[in-house]
Structure formats: C-alpha cells, structure tokens
C-alpha cells in the first residue's frame, strides 16, 4: 500500500469513527450471551441497523440476506455475524457501485466531461465542487468551474476562491443572471480551451419543486447546444450527518432531475453514516465520492468493500 493509500485509509477509518463506534457498542448489546445467530440475535440486528439510519427497507434486506446465509451456512456462531454482516452489507453496495469518474473521463469520445452537481443549500455542495475539482487537477486534468448557483453571492465568492487556491478557471456572471446562460458559457469556453473537466455548479431551492426542474432542464438544453452528451454526470450532494432528511432530499431531486451519482459528505462530524448504505439501496443510484473530514484531500472515492471495511471492522 503506497503512503497516500495509507492516508486514504487513515482518513477514511477517522471519519467514520463516530458512526463505527456506535455501531459497534449496539451489536456488542445484542451479542452478549449469545453463542448462535438466533431470531431474537436477528431481530436486536434489525433495530440496530434501523437506528444507524440505513433505513427500513434496506434493513429488511440486509437481514433477509443474513436469514439466508444462517440457513444455508449452518452451525455459525457469533463470531462470524460481523464477518456476515460485512459480506452481506459489501455486495448490497456493490449492485449500486460506480465505475471510476476517472476512466470515464479518459474515455470520453468528445471532450470535456461535464458534472452538473445539485443538492440544497447547506450540504456543502460548493466545497464538494471545490475538492473535486482539486482531485482532477492533481491527476493532471484541466477543469473549469462554471458558477451558474447566480441566486447566491455567496456561492460564487466562495467558488472563486477555491478556484484560485487550487488554480483552475472560473466562469461566472454577475449575481442574477440567467444560471443557464452562466452554463452555456463555460462550456464554450472549456470546449475551446480544450478542458478534460467542466464542473457546473446549480442553484439549490427545493421549496418550489416545478422551478427547480425547469431550470435544470434549461441548463441541459442550452449545454446540449455545444455537446449533445452534456452533462455525462448529474451529481447530486447530500449531506449525511442529517439522516433521513437525506432520504427525502434524494427522494426530491431525483423527482425534479435525472441523477446519476450521489456524493454523501460531512460523514466524519456524525454517528448516522448508515445512510450512506440506506441511499444507495434504495434509489439505485452509485454513491461515487464521500466526504470524510475537512481536509481538500478528504473527498474520497466511494469503493464499497473499503467503506464496509472501515466501519464493521
């Protein structure tokens, strides 16, 4: 393992921490005593999970899943519920997984790649943008950041100064203006700068659902002018420590747009980290990247078995 797998790794066990710790203390209560994995065993494991925030449905397979594995395995003892509980957990994510943002962006047949990134106000949407933007330019990509979030000042200050400190370019118009026009602009300018990556931030008001799909909608058109393929990515943020508020933020923008990536963040300040099992599950869309500390280098690669890894180890 290379020193910076060594960080990821570190990095990722530290901000998951405190859901892991918790975790750990209820399966520990439900373990005492026991010597079989027992129906009452099986139904303590379901409020744990269900407590954890990974969500009823999903607990409801994950415990199926393990039922299965009792009856077919026979004989386990306690010992081998976590190792269950892991394998299980590992290849429910891994129906959802996404392939490296990475390799698609090599691959592209008519560059750039473009992200369209959604999600309310508060998630940490723009330092998402930041970070990521940060993590193509350190693997020798050229990125421009469109700021088309123009109802908030805020957010374009905010953009520029990340854009300066990493040193990628900044699109942007004065606060107001049309966020479609801000788009259509950028990518013109990626296309005929030849940029690998265009990243597009979107305004993030959820109190007026119709709105909010009309203009995600116009963002695409006016981009589709210039590449048809545009965005190859709608990623949408979602902040985890917030729990089943996330759900129904998912829930939401999935209505209001076509989402094909999720990045969870701000998982290294909260004990509700299952949610970020409970959302890939039930939405079928890949959790790419997860916000594991504050740090520019702590947007991680979602990779199902380390995640699971980290926190049931």
Do not use: C
């Not at 010597?35 to 009823?56: A, H, P």
């Not at 970020?276 to 500390?293: A, E, L, M, N, T």
């Amino acid at each position: 393992m290379s020193l910076f797998d060594r960080f990821q790794k570190k990095s990722l066990d530290e901000g998951l921490a405190k859901t892991k710790d918790s975790l750990f203390k209820k399966i520990s209560h439900i373990i005492i005593g026991k010597s079989t994995i027992d129906d009452e065993v099986l139904d303590n494991l379901e409020e744990v999970l269900i407590t954890s925030d990974v969500g009823v449905d999903t607990t409801l397979k994950i415990i199926e899943r393990i039922q299965n594995r009792v009856k077919r395995d026979k004989y386990l003892n306690m010992n081998e519920l976590n190792k269950i509980l892991r394998d299980e957990i590992t290849a429910l994510l891994a129906e959802n997984s996404a392939n490296s943002q990475s390799n698609a962006i090599d691959n592209i047949a008519n560059p750039p790649y473009v992200i369209m990134v959604v999600g309310v106000n508060g998630v940490g949407k723009t330092t998402t943008i930041g970070k990521l933007a940060n993590k193509f330019k350190k693997q020798g990509k050229k990125v421009v950041i469109g700021a088309a979030d123009t109802f908030r000042a805020a957010a374009i200050d905010q953009l520029e100064v990340w854009a300066n400190s990493i040193g990628v370019q900044l699109i942007k118009q004065k606060m107001g203006s049309d966020p479609a026009s801000v788009a259509y602009d950028t990518l013109e300018s990626a296309t005929r700068s030849g940029a690998d990556v265009v990243i597009i931030d979107t305004a993030g008001r959820l109190h007026n659902k119709i709105n909010l799909m009309n203009e995600l909608t116009k963002i695409r058109k006016v981009m589709q002018k210039i590449n048809p393929a545009a965005p190859h990515d709608v990623m949408l943020v979602l902040d985890g420590s917030t729990g089943q508020n996330a759900f129904e933020q998912a829930k939401q923008f999935t209505l209001a747009t076509e989402v094909s990536s999720l990045a969870i963040t701000k998982l290294d300040g909260t004990a509700k980290g299952g949610v970020v099992i409970g959302i890939s599950d039930q939405f079928k869309i890949p959790v790419r990247y997860i916000g594991v500390g504050e740090g520019i280098d702590d947007l991680q690669d979602f990779i199902p078995a380390e995640f699971v890894d980290s926190l049931l180890s």
